[in-house]
């Protein structure tokens, strides 16, 4: 069975602080895909990322960057210089790749609170 | 830039009503998938839906709900019979053939009283 496990329940931070939000999953499938989405106070999902399990190199999107190692089966989420809209609560989420079975298993969420 | 809509975006129903919960995905999504979210909870998986079937569905999605693509653009999800417990946030999702990422729609919110 999947399982996303984000142990930070509640970070805070004060504005242009960098912060980590770290997951953890579990999988036994070979070939599964990883994701990130941000679920401000409005309350929708906002897709951020998708990571493959044979891409294990890091990215970086402006201000947000994403360590995936698949040795310690992390796939972490930092942003820099945080500002007052990354307030929200953030999802890592996991799907295995087989057809049929590309359900999304969430974590917990971390509740992202930038200070101003 | 398209986008996943539902609606409505609050529904309040009481118990043992049927509800009906719209949706329609984004145009060229062909996989689509519902959502629910108990107020403060993570996200879980209900059912997802291709070329007009269901491909896999959870233990929450049991006899009372049901899902329908009744015409090229809505896709629906039916509580036959509401419960208490059924009060959450319903989000509807889609993706592309090809591509892993779905995208939500801004949610439901039903209340059962």
């Known amino acids: 069975a999947q399982k996303v496990t984000q142990a930070q329940t509640e970070i805070s931070v004060v504005e242009k602080e960098d912060v980590t939000l770290d997951c953890v999953y579990e999988?036994?499938?070979?070939?599964?895909?990883l994701f990130w989405y941000k679920q401000p106070p409005s309350g929708e999902l906002v897709f951020l990322i998708r990571r493959n399990s044979f891409d294990e190199q890091n990215e970086i999107s402006g201000r947000y960057s994403w360590n995936f190692q698949k040795s310690t089966s992390s796939f972490n989420f930092t942003i820099t210089a945080s500002q007052v809209v990354d307030s929200a609560v953030y999802f890592c989420a996991l799907s295995d790749a087989n057809f049929g079975n590309e359900k999304l298993t969430f974590g917990t969420g971390t509740r992202l609170t930038i200070i101003p | 830039e398209p986008e996943v809509t539902q609606t409505p975006s609050h529904q309040v129903t009481q118990m043992g009503q049927e509800v009906i919960l719209r949706c329609v995905p984004i145009?060229?999504?062909?996989?689509f998938y519902w959502y629910r979210q108990i107020l403060g909870q993570k996200v879980e998986f209900l059912v997802s839906?291709?070329?007009?079937?269901?491909?896999?569905k959870s233990e929450i999605f049991d006899d009372q709900f049901s899902v329908e693509r009744p015409d090229g653009s809505n896709f629906t999800l039916k509580i036959r019979s509401t419960k208490l417990e059924d009060s959450a946030m319903y989000f509807c999702?889609?993706?592309?053939?090809?591509?892993?990422?779905?995208?939500f729609g801004p949610g439901t919110r039903l209340t059962v009283t």
């Open positions: 145009s060229n999504h062909l996989y």
């Open positions: 999702a889609s993706r592309r053939i090809g591509r892993y990422e779905q995208y």
């Open positions: 839906f291709y070329n007009n079937e269901i491909s896999e």
């Open positions: 999988t036994r499938d070979t070939t599964y895909y």
